[in-house]
């Protein structure tokens, strides 16, 4: 009263200092009108409030401080009050002190002091009980304001389901709440009592679960048998079970104990005791009901994500999997659960803890993770898109960019690699299929290899993109390969996207027996070498089947394919004369394995019978299936069908793609064997074929 040295403004005219300590006037003012006082007042005061703010509050704390102040408000003032030695001492605390403390503006921090202070005066207090009572003094004036609020709260579902003997909001004289309230505020006065159940009602009703449990916990305590002996106990009591129950997970027994310096058998027993008191009785919780009913709408999700979206409703340091333990222990049921999705690593599986609704569990989250395992264990990266698409076929699960990028980012070593297209990649993407290619081109290459080389040595291999079977892998594009490297820590690139190893990669850790040995053949001929002298060095040499240098010359990111049968070391610069010197052996090799001089030039004579020799088809399929190949000296030249000489064979037909049909079957009845060469006679006049008696020819390998 001392600051105030001019009257006040507000709805009620001017009021003087003296009536803030004597009221005069019929009615109280109502909390509008006190609050418009203390704007006025902090607005008068701002240029000169260094000397308020050293003020000494000089409030005394009663007993029953919790009744007047909100949820909020509570909790922001537990830690004023946290034990005896607190609350003795909260009198000579400065304004400045408590404001700082409450973090709420000063007008707001003087209308709490201000209801702290009126505990004094007023007569009789709000209690919990089995009805309400009534009280006759201390009557606050019902403003249309207020009214039209009361009106809208009233009309929440949580308010008419409420029981007549509700915890919290017990009713009066067996009638429902809402209908007693309703008449209440027809008066033009109600009771303080009545008016603070309202402020409950009303702030109940906009509550987030960390105030509802706050709330609760305090209600449970003041039914609990036993009960805390003090008020230090009491507020260790409330302490250890919002610690059980309360922030991010809830901690365990022993957790709490450690914090708290007792067994968790006694943190078991206090939270067992405030528990069967809000068991004894009903009580609504609609800040829970309201917080599983909207996670059921943005659901499935990763938990940390689910907090981050909830977080309005969860409130200051709660988080979801709380919220839902304590609602199976209070029984509530649920429409939402959590589950933990494995995600396959090389170190084994590991858990990605997610929130679905009850009713639809996300079967789609574990299938998306393999789908996305698989990719990256080949190609080390995949993408939201094929992810969905791959969810849509199997699972007939359709899911959105966002909801996908929630659950994979709590995926283990989830990274993403380009946020337009969507693609990113997991863990162990340095132990992927494309990294080990990449290991092999590096162990060859010498200095720093171009990208286009590296996306060159990963997506030429037919057999690694389409090794899951029908279905291919998805190809990154350069700037999401580009994304991936950088990543891999044995690598580094510098700014123009040149790749060299920050380690030296042995050839032998990394290659096979076969891409040593085609390597070595191809450095001696200097650095170009003919299919054909890979397979001499090969299998003459090191003793691999023909198989498997088709195989290595198809796969290996080790080798590159420079012309037609003409190969080169991946990563090397290619000498101008290799080249060409490969070519003219590969001219040369190919007239040497003409059956005879005559043949030697392109100009054929069809008048008479030409002979070739063939070599009879390896392959594994049936002999209906199999086919073999005319020499090219002779593509375009012998077309159609041919019958046997003798008709003793079947008839064949050659292809313009030079695939002789059905004389593999021929060759067999002869006694040919896979691999082996024979000689036949082509007569284009007559239009047949024959096949000389084979005297064993050397097999070779297909």
């Given at each position: 009263?001392?600051?105030?040295?001019?009257?006040?403004?507000?709805?009620?005219?001017m009021?003087?200092?003296s009536?803030?300590?004597?009221?005069?006037?019929?009615?109280?003012?109502?909390?509008?009108?006190?609050?418009?006082?203390?704007?006025?007042?902090?607005?008068?005061?701002?240029?000169?409030?260094?000397?308020?703010?050293?003020?000494r509050?000089?409030?005394?704390?009663?007993?029953?401080?919790?009744?007047?102040?909100?949820?909020?408000?509570?909790l922001?003032?537990?830690?004023?009050?946290?034990?005896?030695?607190?609350?003795?001492?909260?009198?000579?605390?400065?304004?400045?002190?408590?404001?700082?403390?409450?973090?709420?503006p000063?007008?707001?921090?003087?209308g709490?002091?201000?209801?702290?202070?009126?505990?004094?005066?007023?007569?009789a207090?709000?209690?919990?009980?089995?009805?309400?009572?009534?009280?006759?003094?201390?009557?606050?004036?019902?403003?249309?304001?207020?009214?039209?609020?009361?009106?809208?709260?009233?009309?929440?579902?949580?308010?008419?389901?409420?029981?007549?003997?509700?915890?919290?909001?017990?009713?009066?004289?067996?009638?429902?709440?809402?209908?007693?309230?309703?008449?209440?505020?027809r008066?033009?006065?109600?009771?303080?009592?009545?008016?603070?159940?309202?402020?409950?009602?009303?702030?109940?009703?906009?509550?987030?679960?960390?105030?509802?449990?706050?709330?609760?916990?305090?209600?449970?305590?003041?039914?609990?048998?036993?009960?805390?002996?003090?008020?230090?106990?009491?507020?260790?009591?409330?302490?250890?079970f919002?610690?059980?129950?309360?922030?991010?997970?809830?901690?365990?027994?022993?957790?709490?104990?450690?914090?708290?310096?007792?067994?968790r058998?006694?943190?078991?027993?206090?939270?067992?005791?405030?528990?069967?008191?809000?068991?004894?009785?009903?009580?609504?919780?609609?800040?829970?009901?309201?917080?599983?009913?909207?996670?059921?709408?943005?659901?499935?999700?990763?938990?940390?994500?689910?907090?981050?979206?909830?977080?309005?409703?969860?409130?200051?340091?709660?988080?979801l999997?709380?919220?839902?333990?304590?609602?199976?222990?209070?029984?509530?049921?649920?429409?939402?659960?959590?589950?933990?999705?494995?995600?396959?690593?090389?170190?084994?599986?590991?858990?990605?803890?997610?929130?679905?609704?009850?009713?639809?569990?996300?079967?789609?989250?574990?299938?998306?993770?393999?789908?996305?395992?698989?990719?990256?264990?080949?190609?080390?990266?995949?993408?939201?898109?094929r992810?969905?698409?791959?969810?849509?076929?199997?699972?007939?699960?359709?899911?959105?960019?966002?909801?996908?990028?929630?659950?994979f980012?709590?995926?283990?070593?989830?990274?993403?690699?380009?946020?337009?297209?969507?693609?990113?990649?997991?863990?162990?993407?340095?132990?992927?299929?494309?990294?080990?290619?990449?290991?092999?081109?590096?162990?060859?290459?010498?200095?720093s290899?171009?990208?286009?080389?590296?996306?060159?040595?990963?997506?030429t291999?037919?057999?690694?993109?389409?090794?899951?079977?029908?279905?291919?892998?998805?190809?990154?594009?350069?700037?999401?390969?580009?994304?991936?490297?950088?990543?891999?820590?044995?690598?580094?690139?510098n700014?123009?996207?040149?790749?060299?190893?920050?380690?030296?990669?042995?050839?032998?850790?990394?290659?096979?027996?076969?891409?040593?040995g085609?390597?070595e053949?191809?450095?001696?001929?200097?650095?170009?070498?003919?299919?054909?002298?890979?397979?001499?060095?090969?299998?003459?040499?090191?003793?691999?089947?023909?198989?498997?240098?088709?195989?290595?010359?198809?796969t290996?990111?080790?080798?590159?394919?420079?012309?037609?049968?003409?190969?080169g070391?991946?990563?090397?610069?290619?000498?101008?004369?290799?080249?060409?010197?490969?070519?003219?052996?590969?001219?040369?090799?190919?007239?040497?394995?003409?059956?005879?001089?005559?043949?030697?030039?392109?100009?054929?004579?069809?008048?008479?019978?030409?002979?070739?020799?063939?070599?009879?088809?390896?392959?594994?399929?049936?002999?209906?299936?199999?086919?073999?190949?005319?020499?090219?000296?002779?593509?375009?030249?012998?077309?159609?069908?041919?019958?046997?000489?003798?008709?003793?064979?079947?008839?064949?037909?050659?292809?313009?793609?030079?695939?002789?049909?059905?004389?593999?079957?021929?060759?067999?009845?002869?006694?040919?064997r896979?691999?082996?060469?024979?000689?036949?006679?082509?007569?284009?006049?007559?239009?047949?074929?024959a096949?000389?008696?084979?005297?064993?020819?050397?097999?070779?390998?297909?």
């Amino acid at each position: 009263m001392r600051f105030v040295a001019k009257p006040l403004d507000c709805t009620l005219g001017m009021v003087d200092a003296s009536e803030l300590l004597a009221w005069q006037r019929p009615c109280l003012p109502s909390n509008g009108t006190a609050n418009d006082l203390r704007a006025h007042f902090v607005k008068r005061r701002r240029p000169s409030f260094d000397v308020i703010w050293e003020s000494r509050v000089d409030l005394k704390i009663v007993e029953q401080w919790r009744t007047v102040l909100n949820d909020e408000e509570r909790l922001r003032m537990v830690p004023l009050l946290r034990n005896e030695e607190a609350i003795n001492s909260f009198p000579s605390l400065t304004l400045r002190a408590v404001k700082d403390a409450l973090r709420m503006p000063v007008a707001d921090t003087l209308g709490v002091l201000a209801r702290l202070e009126a505990l004094y005066w007023v007569p009789a207090l709000w209690r919990k009980s089995t009805a309400t009572t009534v009280y006759a003094s201390g009557d606050v004036p019902v403003d249309a304001e207020f009214s039209d609020r009361m009106s809208v709260c009233l009309s929440s579902p949580w308010i008419e389901a409420l029981e007549s003997n509700d915890l919290r909001f017990p009713a009066a004289d067996g009638r429902k709440l809402s209908v007693w309230i309703a008449e209440q505020l027809r008066r033009p006065v109600m009771s303080a009592a009545v008016h603070d159940l309202c402020v409950r009602l009303l702030d109940a009703g906009k509550a987030t679960w960390a105030d509802e449990l706050a709330d609760l916990v305090i209600y449970g305590i003041d039914q609990a048998d036993p009960r805390p002996g003090s008020e230090e106990a009491r507020q260790r009591w409330i302490g250890i079970f919002l610690a059980r129950y309360g922030g991010p997970r809830g901690l365990e027994l022993q957790a709490v104990g450690d914090r708290y310096g007792i067994t968790r058998e006694r943190v078991r027993q206090i939270c067992d005791a405030i528990l069967v008191s809000l068991h004894a009785q009903p009580v609504k919780m609609p800040a829970l009901e309201q917080l599983l009913s909207v996670a059921t709408r943005i659901m499935p999700l990763p938990l940390e994500e689910a907090d981050t979206q909830l977080a309005r409703f969860l409130g200051e340091g709660c988080g979801l999997q709380a919220a839902l333990q304590f609602a199976e222990v209070m029984g509530l049921p649920s429409p939402v659960q959590q589950t933990s999705a494995l995600a396959r690593t090389h170190e084994g599986y590991k858990p990605v803890v997610i929130v679905e609704t009850a009713l639809a569990p996300a079967t789609w989250v574990s299938a998306a993770l393999a789908h996305a395992r698989r990719d990256c264990t080949f190609v080390g990266c995949t993408n939201f898109v094929r992810i969905a698409g791959l969810l849509a076929l199997e699972q007939g699960v359709a899911q959105d960019l966002e909801t996908l990028q929630a659950v994979f980012s709590k995926a283990p070593g989830f990274r993403l690699l380009d946020s337009d297209s969507g693609w990113f990649t997991l863990a162990d993407s340095e132990s992927s299929a494309a990294a080990n290619r990449m290991r092999k081109l590096m162990s060859v290459a010498t200095g720093s290899v171009e990208i286009d080389t590296v996306a060159s040595a990963l997506m030429t291999d037919d057999r690694w993109l389409y090794r899951e079977g029908a279905r291919a892998l998805a190809v990154p594009p350069v700037h999401v390969l580009a994304e991936l490297f950088a990543g891999w820590q044995w690598l580094t690139a510098n700014g123009h996207n040149k790749y060299t190893a920050k380690i030296k990669i042995e050839k032998k850790e990394v290659l096979s027996k076969t891409e040593l040995g085609a390597i070595e053949a191809i450095e001696m001929h200097g650095g170009a070498a003919t299919r054909s002298e890979l397979a001499a060095h090969l299998i003459g040499n090191l003793g691999v089947s023909n198989v498997a240098v088709s195989q290595v010359t198809a796969t290996s990111s080790a080798l590159c394919k420079l012309d037609h049968a003409i190969y080169g070391i991946r990563g090397r610069s290619l000498p101008a004369e290799a080249l060409a010197d490969a070519r003219k052996r590969k001219i040369a090799q190919q007239l040497a394995s003409l059956p005879s001089s005559e043949f030697a030039s392109k100009e054929i004579d069809l008048s008479i019978p030409v002979r070739t020799m063939i070599t009879q088809s390896a392959s594994s399929k049936s002999a209906s299936r199999r086919v073999v190949y005319l020499p090219n000296y002779l593509s375009g030249k012998i077309l159609g069908d041919f019958e046997h000489e003798s008709h003793t064979l079947p008839a064949i037909s050659v292809k313009a793609n030079n695939q002789i049909r059905r004389l593999t079957a021929a060759a067999e009845e002869l006694g040919i064997r896979p691999g082996e060469r024979f000689e036949i006679i082509f007569d284009v006049v007559s239009r047949t074929y024959a096949i000389p008696k084979p005297e064993r020819p050397t097999a070779l390998p297909a």
